[in-house]
């Protein structure tokens, strides 16, 4: 066994769980197909896909699918850093960092999927389909597409307060702007 099937997650959600029927010569074969997401609230997040002819063993498969395709996902003051949309096929979702206290505003799939990875305060709009399996390979794709705030700072050399300066709260621009003034205090100390 992989050490990730033996990682546990506090957050384990079945988004869709569907009959499929196969239709052979001698009648038809109905079988079950099940969709999860798995998650730590705290960044961590993974989607599965399970098939079998009982309930329990196509969640079991799916869950065990879910913990091999786990993924990290940026996470700031419990909301995303900037807009960002994630496609897959012909779904479309457009997420956007929210307010301390607006909640999840999003539908079952992605919202899903939200919470197991841990995001409190997002906005979303789906724009397109909305077949459940593709709005949350659109989400996945969309937390994966995030980027870190504090690495694009570093890469542009401008001060994290600017990067972030739409989607901070007041106790980040004060300890930013306490580091801002440290730096000064230490290059006036330099040159003097």
């Known amino acids: 066994m992989l050490e990730e099937e033996k990682e546990v997650f506090?957050?384990?959600?079945?988004?869709?769980?569907?009959?499929?029927?196969?239709?052979?010569?001698?009648?038809?074969?109905?079988?079950?197909?099940?969709?999860?997401?798995?998650?730590?609230?705290?960044?961590?997040?993974?989607?599965?896909?399970?098939?079998?002819?009982?309930?329990?063993?196509a969640l079991e498969k799916a869950f065990r699918k879910a913990r091999r395709n786990v993924k990290k996902t940026i996470i700031l003051n419990k909301t995303i850093p900037h807009p960002v949309v994630g496609e897959c096929g012909a779904a479309k979702i457009l997420l956007k960092p929210?307010?301390?206290?607006?909640?999840?505003?999003?539908?079952?799939?992605?919202?899903?999927?939200?919470e197991a990875a841990g995001y409190e305060n997002v906005i979303t709009k789906s724009m397109g389909s909305n077949n459940a399996v593709n709005l949350m390979k659109a989400t996945m794709d969309a937390l994966l597409k995030l980027k870190n705030p504090y690495e694009v700072a570093r890469t542009r050399g401008k001060p994290v307060s600017q990067v972030l300066r739409r989607f901070m709260y007041e106790s980040q621009r004060t300890e930013v702007s306490e580091d801002k003034a440290n730096k000064e205090q230490d290059r006036g100390e330099l040159e003097s």
């Not at 961590?44 to 002819?53: D, L």
């Not at 307010?99 to 799939?109: M, N, R, T």
């Open 10 to 57: 506090p957050i384990e959600n079945v988004v869709t769980i569907k009959r499929v029927v196969k239709v052979v010569s001698g009648g038809r074969k109905f079988r079950l197909s099940a969709w999860v997401v798995i998650g730590d609230g705290n960044g961590t997040v993974g989607i599965g896909h399970g098939k079998a002819s009982e309930t329990p063993e």
């Open 98 to 114: 929210a307010a301390p206290g607006s909640g999840l505003i999003a539908c079952q799939p992605v919202r899903s999927v939200l």
